[in-house]
């Protein structure tokens, strides 16, 4: 057991918490949307909340972790879903959140700390000079720049921009080493990967440089259709017009919307499926044509409504917020993550909806992979037991539709199921006690795991919380 009462003795002057409640309040994440990772992670906490606002504040903290042998899990808005931001093995969590300025705002990029919610730095960017990031989590109004790059994967604008993977999406990392003298490395085009979507286990962000897009009044529409197939269609061909500019298109199957989004009740009909639609308002004329060409039945749209006052913002009504929503109302709904793998992904979608009538429940999300539009799913599943929810992961997969499984908190097992040599190697550079949130990297803990066995990996860390 480390010596909490010394480490904070040598913190001195830095924000630390050890409030037993305060702690495992922040020692959580959206880990319960999995009924598996509830079970599985409910007892974790950390020791101590160590809150920096500053680089230098940072560096200290990783110094004395280091000569401790202390881990430290980085965690900024603490939205993750698979428990990314929990401390499996206790010590210390790194509260980001109040290094929280905008250091710069130039044409196309800002320059900010880790720790700002989303859409504060949306709010200056577009103040300054008509500015937004290109796009974001639909966490957006309780999420960090620094979480989303480190935990997320893309979101609300990537059905123009693409993911947070895709070479430009990022400009520019500022990370620190945990080592016995913490290093400042700046990480630029490929060299991103090695941190981005690597849940903080090889350095702490401390300096983000993201690219801006234009920011437009977006008009939230939603529009209904009969049957699911029609929706996604609809949302397939919009999706194809290069001239409609759009910021998200998301079709969601019958009954979710009716039974789910109940301040959009009033707009919404019982048994319809929608497509949810964020439109630059230059392209709302264009974008009707098209509605009415595929006989959409335009339900809502915010440019019509008397007032937005108590209704969510269209995103919030997406990406994960759908499942969210769902699960306000009803407990035993899970979902999964799919990939519909072009260019016959609305065929794939087919098939996968007809498989599993009222268990599995369609939510699609329209994004730009490698320059293609595609879609992703985020399927609402009412869950029964772990083992049919494995045969459902195992049928998608049968069927060339990979599952990134939300059930799982190792990066690998909820990714493409094999080593990510760049981050492995830039972990042994910049980790070599591996103190940075242990137990998330299957290849660094037991590097002979072998994923093809079809076996889950249990990190021995988690013992102590059993
Ligand atoms: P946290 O949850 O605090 O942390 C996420 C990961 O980043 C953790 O592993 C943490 O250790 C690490 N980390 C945090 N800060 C740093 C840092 N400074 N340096 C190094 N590592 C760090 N995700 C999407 O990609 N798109 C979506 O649209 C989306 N929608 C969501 C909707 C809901 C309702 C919920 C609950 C989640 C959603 N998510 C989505 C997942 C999550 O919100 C995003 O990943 C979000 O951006 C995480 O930001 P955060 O600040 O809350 O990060």
Request: net charge positive; charged share 20%; glycine share 6%.
């Given at each position: 057991m480390a010596d909490y009462a010394k480490i904070i003795e040598e913190l001195e002057g830095i924000a630390v918490e050890d409030n037993p409640a305060l702690v495992k309040q922040k020692s959580r994440d959206f880990y319960w949307y999995s009924p598996i990772l509830k079970e599985e992670l409910d007892n974790v906490v950390g020791d101590l909340v160590v809150s920096p606002t500053t680089e230098e504040e940072v560096i200290r903290v990783l110094k004395v972790a280091y000569a401790h042998g202390v881990p430290v899990t980085p965690r900024g808005g603490g939205t993750g879903n698979y428990g990314q931001a929990m401390p499996l093995s206790g010590?210390?969590?790194?509260?980001?959140?109040?290094?929280?300025?905008?250091?710069e705002i130039l044409p196309g990029r800002v320059i900010c700390e880790p720790g700002i919610i989303i859409s504060e730095l949306d709010r200056q960017t577009k103040v300054h000079s008509g500015q937004e990031l290109r796009f974001h989590p639909s966490t957006k109004q309780t999420a960090s720049v620094a979480g989303f790059i480190a935990g997320g994967s893309g979101g609300v604008g990537s059905i123009t921009w693409g993911g947070l993977r895709d070479l430009g999406n990022i400009l520019r990392l500022r990370v620190v080493t945990m080592e016995a003298e913490p290093r400042v490395l700046e990480l630029s085009a490929w060299d991103l990967q090695k941190v981005s979507h690597a849940y903080g286990t090889n350095g702490i962000i401390t300096e983000v440089e993201m690219p801006l897009a234009p920011a437009y009044d977006w008009v939230d529409v939603i529009v209904g259709y009969d049957e699911f197939m029609d929706a996604v269609k609809f949302a397939d061909a919009l999706s194809h017009k290069n001239g409609i500019l759009l910021k998200e298109v998301a079709p969601i199957a019958a009954p979710i919307p009716f039974d789910y989004f109940t301040r959009h009740k009033p707009w919404l009909k019982e048994g319809q499926s929608v497509v949810v639609l964020m439109v630059a308002p230059h392209s709302m004329e264009p974008f009707l044509a098209l509605a009415e060409r595929m006989k959409g039945d335009v339900r809502f749209r915010s440019d019509q409504v008397e007032s937005m006052k108590g209704i969510p913002h269209a995103y919030e009504l997406t990406w994960n917020h759908t499942t969210l929503r769902a699960l306000k109302l009803d407990t035993n709904i899970t979902y999964l993550q799919v990939q519909y793998p072009g260019p016959d992904h609305v065929e794939k979608v087919r098939v996968m909806t007809e498989l599993f009538p009222d268990e599995v429940i369609g939510h699609l999300e329209f994004i730009k992979f490698d320059g293609q539009i595609q879609c992703a799913g985020l399927p609402l599943v009412r869950y029964t037991t772990k083992e049919r929810l494995e045969e459902i992961i195992s049928i998608h997969e049968e069927n060339g539709c990979p599952i990134f499984n939300p059930h799982r908190y190792t990066l690998e097992e909820g990714g493409?199921?094999?080593?990510d040599q760049v981050q492995l190697a830039f972990k042994k550079e910049t980790d070599p006690k591996g103190l940075l949130n242990p137990g998330k990297m299957i290849a660094w803990e037991n590097p002979d795991f072998d994923f093809s066995a079809g076996k889950n990996y249990l990190f021995p860390g988690l013992e102590v919380f059993a």
């Open positions: 010590g210390i969590v790194l509260n980001l959140i109040n290094m929280n300025k905008v250091k493409m199921k094999q080593t």
